[in-house]
């Protein structure tokens, strides 16, 4: 039986966004995307970390690898934290901020303000998905939503923890598979592998903190590294 692979996207976009690195797969797994509560089909929803540890651990019918960017990469922690049976590896983009200290209370007020700030800028950002991508990459992104509220709901709650010491009981391989120039996740891998050292990291190059979107073939090749570790 193949592997299982549950993508979880980042603040602001939705399941859509993992459209082409599943296209790049070269392996036969069974892969689905789901939308985080603010986001996409959920948008409807306010995120909380409980309710979309909840979200994705319901979408799972059998030990499978996460996959997650940014607040997913942190939402695929807290399920591996909390149901360790349920989560076989994981490749972790653009999550290995120690959002605690100075971080933390700084991504929690910008959080507050991110909505004012972000809501106008939709539609340029919408624009620059269609010139970047292409339509047929882009519609089913903007189509699902593009939502300020939710990521400033997942900034504010997101703060506080220390997602990497979390992962005590979880002993399964980790890709830490960051763009090339997201400096500050960058930063971050050194202490995520002192508490788990099992994790390896995949630079992702000529890439930034959308390294998935930007370079889905170099992505998809570090996910097929974890596959291959598992299987």
């Known amino acids: 039986m193949s592997q299982e692979i549950l993508f979880l996207h980042g603040g602001v976009i939705n399941r859509h966004m993992w459209d082409l690195v599943r296209g790049e797969l070269s392996s036969d797994p069974t892969t689905r995307a789901i939308d985080l509560p603010g986001h996409g089909d959920l948008s409807h929803l306010p ?54 200290g100075w971080d933390g209370l700084s991504t929690k007020l910008y959080g507050y303000a991110f909505p004012l700030l972000a809501r106008p800028a ?23 939503g593009l939502s300020a ?32 120039r997201d400096t500050s996740n960058r930063k971050g891998e050194a202490r995520f592998i002192e508490k788990n050292p099992q994790a390896r990291v995949i630079v992702i190059e000529d890439a930034g903190h ?22």
Not at 122 to 143: H, V, Y
Not at 210 to 226: D, G
Request: aromatic share 6%.
């Open 47 to 100: 995120y909380s970390n409980e309710a979309a540890t909840e979200v994705a651990i319901e979408a799972l019918t059998a030990p499978s690898i996460l996959v997650g960017l940014s607040l997913g990469g942190y939402v695929a922690q807290m399920v591996a934290a909390t149901r360790t049976d349920l989560v076989s590896g994981m490749v972790l983009s653009g999550a290995t901020i120690d959002y605690r």
């Open 122 to 144: 939709m539609k340029t950002f919408a624009k620059k998905l269609r010139a970047d991508f292409g339509p047929e990459f882009a519609e089913p992104i903007i189509e699902s």
């Open 149 to 180: 509220r939710g990521a400033g709901q997942a900034l504010r709650r997101l703060p506080g923890r220390d997602y990497a010491s979390e992962l005590v009981d979880y002993s399964g391989p980790i890709v830490i598979a960051n763009g090339e």
């Open 210 to 231: 959308a390294c998935a979107m930007t370079q889905p073939a170099s992505f998809a090749a570090a996910v097929e590294s974890l596959l291959a570790s598992v299987g």
